[in-house]
């Protein structure tokens, strides 16, 4: 059930945002099971035992290759690059394969995204995360429509914690920083969004080693819920 709001915050927060940039694991979605299905499958063909979902939610982040490093580093084996290229292409084709049997939306995440929907707020992801496999996800869970645009690792030449990750998805959807927020759960939001020059909000519940509260975000959320709070308080900082 959506959290009730007085009018005048939803005034205040369509006046001063109307982009909404989210990141996608560990934010809007929990994606450690199909993940660390893929990522097990792909230590198996070398011999190693397979990794757990919390393993997954610390190693992700930055990015199919970083995950696939940290993967391998938990038994004490550095690949090249060759290498690592290649068993995160074997990462890939297994994890396109089947992204969405064990992948769902956090509690209250659809409600809020219809909620903004509403506003007319326009809203995005900007994901570490191979694009095609983040909208085969969002289609899935029908939060794409109304999420309208999505950014993975392989859409522009950077990717988070660059802002031009954000600046570039913001520029081909047709808004302005200025009006804009991100939701993310990690550092690397974090920072991409306040090198970009907007505010963050981070969820408590994300895939983070270090806990949302110590990232510097300007508010950090317990329960997906309370975002249209929190970007109500931040409309009137």
Same mark, same amino acid.
């Given at each position: ?32 099971? !199909? ?9 198996? /063909? ?27 580093? *938990?038994?004490?084996?550095?690949? $090249? ?5 290649? =068993?995160?292409? $074997? ?13 769902? =939306? ?7 995204? &219809?909620? #903004? ?11 570490? *995360?191979? $694009? ?15 999420? &309208? ?6 859409? #522009?030449?950077?990717? *988070?914690?660059? %802002? ?20 993310? /759960?990690?550092?690397?939001?974090? $920072?991409? &969004?306040?090198?970009?020059?907007? %505010? ?17 975000? !300007?508010?950090?959320? !317990?329960?997906? !819920? ?12």
């Amino acid at each position: 059930m959506e959290q009730a709001m007085h009018p005048t915050a939803d005034n205040l927060i369509a006046t001063r945002f109307d982009t909404v940039i989210y990141d996608l694991d560990g934010t809007l979605i929990d994606s450690a099971r !199909d993940m660390s299905v893929a990522v097990s499958r792909v230590l198996a /063909d070398h011999e190693l035992p397979p990794v757990t979902d919390q393993d997954v939610r610390i190693f992700m982040g930055q990015g199919s290759k970083i995950t696939i490093g940290k993967a391998f580093a *938990k038994y004490g084996r550095t690949l $090249e690059d060759d290498a690592l290229s290649a =068993a995160t292409r $074997e990462f890939v084709r297994y994890y396109e394969a089947d992204p969405v049997s064990n992948t769902i =939306a956090f509690e209250g995440v659809a409600d809020v995204v &219809a909620r #903004f929907a509403r506003l007319g707020l326009e809203q995005g992801v900007c994901t570490n *995360k191979f $694009e095609r496999p983040a909208r085969i996800i969002l289609e899935h869970l029908k939060l794409m429509p109304p999420i &309208a645009d999505v950014a993975g690792a392989d859409t #522009f030449p950077v990717r *988070k914690p660059d %802002p031009k990750h954000i600046l570039m998805l913001l520029e081909r959807m047709g808004r302005d920083p200025a009006r804009a927020v991100m939701v993310g /759960d990690s550092i690397h939001d974090a $920072e991409a &969004a306040h090198r970009a020059g907007i %505010p963050a909000v981070l969820v408590s519940w994300g895939y983070t080693a270090r806990p949302a509260r110590e990232l510097g975000a !300007d508010a950090v959320i !317990d329960r997906f !819920d309370a975002l249209p709070d929190a970007l109500g308080r931040l409309a009137t900082g």
